[in-house]
DNA sequence: CTGACTCCTTCACTTAAGTTAAGAAAAGAA
DNA sequence: TTCTTTTCTTAACTTAAGTGAAGGAGTCAG
C-alpha cells in the first residue's frame, strides 16, 4: 500500500525519508466497506479521498432522485467541494466497492504544507492536472449525445460499466435508466445490421 | 490596470514592492481587438489568459462545426488543457469583445514560482478553487434540461446573455440555436399562461 | 423456501431536441 | 449608402429522450 503511495507521488516531486515518515505518521489509510457513505448532503468536511483499491461516487438527492455526477477509481483524487469552500456538502460520497481509501484532512494538509513547501508545488500541478482533464471531460460532455457519451465511455473507461449498476452509470451520462437501456439495445441492433 | 491585479492577488497572498515590482517588469497586459484568435487548434501554447476587461470564449471545430464549451470573463484564469498537457491544443481560443488581458506564460510562471514559492501557494489554491467551482458547473450541466440549464444561466450570468450571439450561447448551453430560439419562445409562452 | 425489494428491460405514449429549409433582421464591408 | 454575410427566428418533420407501467431476474431476510 505504501509502496503504491510513494509511487504516485515520485511522479511529482522527490520525497527524503523523514518526509516519508512524517506521511506514514498521518494514519491514513481506511479500509470501507461497500455501500459506505462518507458523506452526507448539509455536512461540514474536511476529507478528501484518494482510493488505492476500489470505487467511490458523488451524487445528489435532487426531488428525491439520485443524480450520480461522478466516479472515482485508483489513483483518482476527491476532493469535495464543500472542503474547499467550507460549507455544507451538496453532496453524497460512497462507496460503490470494498475500498482501500487514503483520507486526508485539510488542516492536516495545510500542516504538511506549512512544513514541506515541496507539497505545495505537488498539490498545485494534481489540481492544474486535474482542472485540465475535467475541463476536457466536461467538453466532451456538452458536445456529445447521450449515445456517443456511452460510447466514448466504452472506450475510455470500459470497467467502470462493469463495476457499476446501470442506473448510477445512466445518471452519470446525464439519462435516464430507461433510455440507457434503451440505446444499448439501439447500438446492438445497429451492429448486426 | 495594476490595482486590479494586485486587488485579485492579495485575496490569497500579501505581495512585498519587490514582488510587485517583479510582476510589473514581465509585460503582462495585452490589449486585444474583438475577433482575434489567441490559441489555434494543433498549435503548442504556453500561455495563459486572464481577462481584466472583456470576455474570451474556448470553441472545438467538430464536423465544420464551432462547438462552444466555455466563456471567461473578467477576472476568470483560463489555462489551457494543452498548456498543461504539453501538446498541441484542440480548441481554439478567441476573443468575444475588445479585451484587456493578462497573458502569462508557464516558463515565466515557473521562474516567478521558483524565485516567489509564495506564487505556488497562490496557484495551488487558485487551482483548487476553479477545479470545485467547475466540478459543480459540470454537476448543474449533467443534472438539469437545456431549459433548466438556460434559466440558470440568466440566474447566474445574465450579463452572458447579452454580450454573447445566440448561436455561441446554443452549443455552450449543449443544444441547436433553433433549439434555443424554440426554448426561449417557449418560456415566455408560459411566463404569459 | 417464500415474500419483499432492487435492478434491469421492454412497451406505448408524450415531450423536446435535431434537421432541413426559408425568410427576416442585424452587422460588416465596399 | 448598398450589397453581402452572418445571425436569429419560425415552421414542418424526424429522431430520441422522458414518463408511467409492467414484468422478469437477482438478492436478501425471515
Redesign the interface.
Known sequence: MKTILFDFISKYITLTEEEKNALLNLDLFHSVKKGTILLSEGQKSKESYFPLKGCIR?Y?I?DGEE?T??FYTEMEAL???C???KTPS??YVSCVEDCILLVSNSDMEAEV?RKF?KF??M??IL?????????????A???SSPEQRYLNLLQNRPDLIQRVPQHQLA??L?IKPQSLSRLRARIVEKDKG
Open positions: 458523488t445528489y435532487l443524480k455526477t461522478a476532493t469535495p467541494p472542503v474547499i469552500s451538496d453532496y504544507n513547501p505545495d508545488t498539490c498545485r489540481s492544474e492536472e486535474l482542472l485540465a482533464k475535467q475541463r476536457i471531460d466536461f467538453d460532455f456538452k458536445t445518471s452519470y446525464g
